[in-house]
Antibody, heavy 122, light 107 residues
Framework: EVHLVESGGGLVQPGGSLRLSCVAS????????MNWVRQAPGKGLEWVSY????????DYADSVRGRFTISRDNAKNSLFLQMNSLRVEDTAVYYC???????????????WGQGTTVTIAS | DIQMTQSPSSLSASVGDRVTITCRAS??????LAWYQQKPGKAPKLLLF???KLGSGVPSRFSGSGSGTDYTLTISSLQPEDFATYYC?????????FGQGTKLEIK
């Protein structure tokens, strides 16, 4: 069973940057499309970004487009989220999550990390 | 963008009850729908995908149905571990929006 472990969260001032990482426990990571999803304190889930298995397809929520960049290194079983120009409203727990099966069109998420907390405050 | 509206926002029920949560999409999503369960301080857990397919290891008391714009999650007989918040999410193109959540509480 694959496990995902996020890291890189922390406290940053508005306008700052952070880079989140997500490491998968199995080499099958290179076959999997991935997402980042966030959850602000006391709020619901918000999809943030998607990347296909070979990085050919990438997309973002409008709320982060132009500020966040998703990427991956399949050789290192790793997913990243570079977050720039951070705002107070980006404060949230950030989860990485595996797409069920992009080839079959099942873009729901079946494996989630434990989350990493990002706090934007002065 | 496709918006997802869940109802009710909260629900009180007892162990053994049958519970139904509804999710409505702002346009047809061709069964491209997943349901998740989330407990406080934990990551979401996949329950169902493709509207009615059970996720791995999910008990059979959970079921999903629907078509077009309207979908339901049913728990046939509530167990103590089922009290949590439930979210629907469409994946009929990005952005993969979630519903606002339904908090299921013990009566």
């Amino acid at each position: 069973e694959v496990h995902l472990v996020e890291s890189g969260g922390g406290l940053v001032q508005p306008g700052g940057s952070l880079r989140l990482s997500c490491v998968a426990s199995e080499s099958t990571f290179s076959d999997d499309a991935m997402n980042w999803v966030r959850q602000a304190p006391g709020k619901g889930l918000e999809w943030v970004s998607y990347i296909s298995s070979r990085s050919r397809t990438i997309d973002y929520a409008d709320s982060v487009r132009g500020r966040f960049t998703i990427s991956r290194d399949n050789a290192k079983n790793s997913l990243f989220l570079q977050m720039n120009s951070l705002r107070v409203e980006d404060t949230a727990v950030y989860y990485c999550a595996r797409v069920i099966d992009a080839f079959l069109g099942y873009y729901g998420m079946d494996v989630w990390g434990q989350g990493t907390t990002v706090t934007i405050a002065s | 963008d496709i918006q997802m509206t869940q109802s009710p926002s909260s629900l009180s029920a007892s162990v053994g009850d049958r519970v139904t949560i509804t999710c409505r999409a702002s346009q047809g999503i061709r069964n491209s729908l997943a349901w998740y369960q989330q407990k406080p301080g934990k990551a979401p857990k996949l329950l169902l995908f493709a509207a009615s397919k059970l996720g791995s290891g999910v008990p059979s008391r959970f079921s999903g149905s629907g078509s077009g714009t309207d979908y339901t999650l049913t728990i046939s007989s509530l167990q103590p571990e089922d009290f949590a918040t439930y979210y629907c999410q469409h994946y009929f193109g990005t952005p993969y929006n979630f519903g606002q959540g339904t908090k299921l509480e013990i009566k």
